[in-house]
């Protein structure tokens, strides 16, 4: 077998593989074109034929392609007509389109001059609806009024000037009407008041028909009344003779129960009677027995000695009985006292015997419990011992994390402190900012309130000389275009924006107070050393 080496060491000679021989038989034998051909297969060379073919292929596409480019310049052909065509159509769609953009650019530009209109008649509008000028607006209507008024003064003199010729005769053909018109109100009047008669005829005769027929029918009420009177009337009689016979029943029964109890009572009575003579009777018996016994007991001493052969056996026989006679019930009773005092003796015996059974089993329950507690009293005592090592130990445990808990929170409130040192600069930081946004705000706001009022005056002015040259008077605007917002009655403030507030009386009515000061107010303000509100709303 061949030994096979992967690789040679450095300075190690080459060794020869032996080549094992195989049989004449089974070798492959090629021919140069199949050696060729495997060849270049293997180096991806391509047959000769094939090259050829792929070669002209490739200098066909060249030709083709300088034929198109050099086609693509001929302006005579389809093509060329089309191509030309459509360059014709995207400069003319270019131009077109530079064309709508100038369009929508001009558009654009008077779009906006018109938004630029309407924001400035928006702010006109805004600037009419402010408390001044609305106020001036206002004035500026009731000098207009007063135009009218006196115009219309005027003509009202004038018309009266020219009525008053008219006057008379306007009288007389007032009088004339006048009568006319009394002439057809009596007319009137007349018609009315048949008609009134004759409505008063018949409402009478209606009321009469009403009366007769409510006169029916309080009398058919009145039958029905009785009617039902009767209907009541029986009605109760016969509920009275009801109770009556229920009363007569009851009394009845009454009187039975009565006589039965009497007979009840007597039955007792007389079987109380008949006990207590049968108890006497025989209380009376026992009496004489017993004293018939002592007679007889007597009698037979003295006839002792005196019949004493003679009544012998009889005596002997007569005591024999009684003595049996007393025997035996004196026996009977000291049965019945022996046989109690036996049960007697039995239950005590009985009871002394529960009570020793009582009394060991107590005995012993107590020395299992004496034992029972001492053992749970050693168990108490080593979980006592073992529950304070437990607790040394937490507490020990807890001492611990108290104190890193302490200082953990020394360090968080070390940082908090800072953080809040840091958010206090912050604040203050902030609050200067803002004061000095809010100044800055102020001052803007005073600067545009001055520009207002500039505006307003300049437009006052404006109207106030054109209501001169119309004729129309000018005080309500002079009025109105004093200075200062607010429209109040009172000073300027210097401070606030020029503003003039209001001062309202703090009554029902809040109306605004003059602007000057009168006697009873300088006294009220002479004689008041308050500081103190006094009654004024602004």
Not at 55 to 80: A, M, P
Not at 163 to 189: G, P, T, V, Y
Request: aromatic share 4%; charged share 40%; glycine share 4%.
């Amino acid at each position: 077998m061949a030994t096979v080496q992967h690789g040679r060491r450095k300075g190690s000679p080459k060794s020869q593989v032996p080549v094992e021989e195989k049989p004449k038989d089974k070798l492959l034998i090629l021919s140069s074109k199949e050696w060729n051909s495997i060849q270049n297969r293997k180096n991806k060379v391509l047959p000769a034929d094939v090259q050829l073919v792929l070669d002209l292929q490739k200098d066909k596409l060249e030709k083709h392609q300088q034929s198109v480019e050099q086609v693509s310049s001929w302006g005579n052909t389809i093509v060329g007509k089309r191509n030309k065509r459509l360059n014709a159509r995207r400069i003319r769609e270019e131009e077109e389109e530079k064309e709508r953009q100038k369009l929508d650019i001009e558009e654009a530009e008077i779009k906006a001059a018109e938004r630029r209109a309407a924001i400035e008649h928006a702010k006109k509008l805004q600037y009419y609806q402010t408390d001044r000028v609305k106020g001036f607006h206002g004035a500026l209507l009731l000098s207009e009024v007063i135009k009218e008024r006196e115009a219309q003064i005027e003509l009202k003199k004038e018309i009266d000037n020219a009525m008053k010729s008219a006057d008379d005769n306007l009288l007389q053909w007032e009088e004339q009407q006048r009568q006319e018109a009394a002439k057809i109100e009596r007319e009137k009047a007349e018609i009315r008041a048949k008609e009134a008669a004759q409505l008063r005829k018949t409402q009478y005769e209606q009321a009469q028909e009403k009366r007769q027929l409510a006169i029916a029918e309080k009398v058919q009420d009145i039958e029905e009344g009785k009617t039902i009177q009767k209907d009541v009337e029986t009605f109760y009689k016969e509920n009275e003779m009801k109770a009556k016979e229920r009363e007569r029943k009851a009394k009845l029964l009454k009187e039975h129960y009565d006589q039965h109890l009497e007979v009840e009572n007597c039955i007792r009575e007389q079987q109380k009677i008949a006990e207590k003579r049968n108890d006497e009777e025989i209380r009376l018996y026992a009496n004489a027995k017993r004293k018939m016994a002592g007679l007889r007991k007597k009698r037979e001493g003295e006839l002792f000695q005196a019949f004493q052969d003679h009544q012998q056996a009889m005596v002997d026989h007569l005591s024999t009985l009684i003595k049996a006679q007393v025997d035996d019930e004196d026996t009977r009773i000291a049965k019945a006292v022996a046989e109690r005092e036996a049960k007697r003796q039995a239950e005590e015996e009985k009871e002394k015997q529960k009570r020793t059974s009582v009394q060991k089993e107590i005995l012993k329950h107590r020395m299992e419990t004496i034992n029972l507690n001492g053992k749970k009293a050693e168990e108490a005592k080593l979980d006592q011992n073992l529950d304070l090592q437990r607790r040394i130990t937490e507490d020990k445990t807890y001492f611990k994390e108290q104190e890193e808990r302490l200082t953990s929170k020394k360090v968080e409130e070390h940082e908090v402190q800072s953080i809040l040192c840091k958010q206090a600069s912050e604040k203050q930081n902030k609050f200067q900012t803002e004061k000095k946004s809010e100044l800055d705000a102020d001052k803007r706001s005073a600067q545009i309130v001055k520009e207002e009022e500039d505006e307003f005056q300049r437009y006052a002015d404006a109207v106030i000389d054109l209501a001169k040259q119309r004729g129309r008077p000018t005080f309500p605007l002079q009025k109105a275009k004093n200075a200062g917002a607010g429209g109040g009655s009172g000073p300027i403030f210097e401070g606030k924006s020029n503003l003039r507030p209001s001062y309202q009386a703090n009554d029902a009515y809040g109306i605004q107070l003059p602007r000057f000061a009168n006697g009873a107010a300088k006294e009220v303000a002479s004689s008041s050393n308050t500081s103190k509100r006094l009654g004024f709303v602004w």
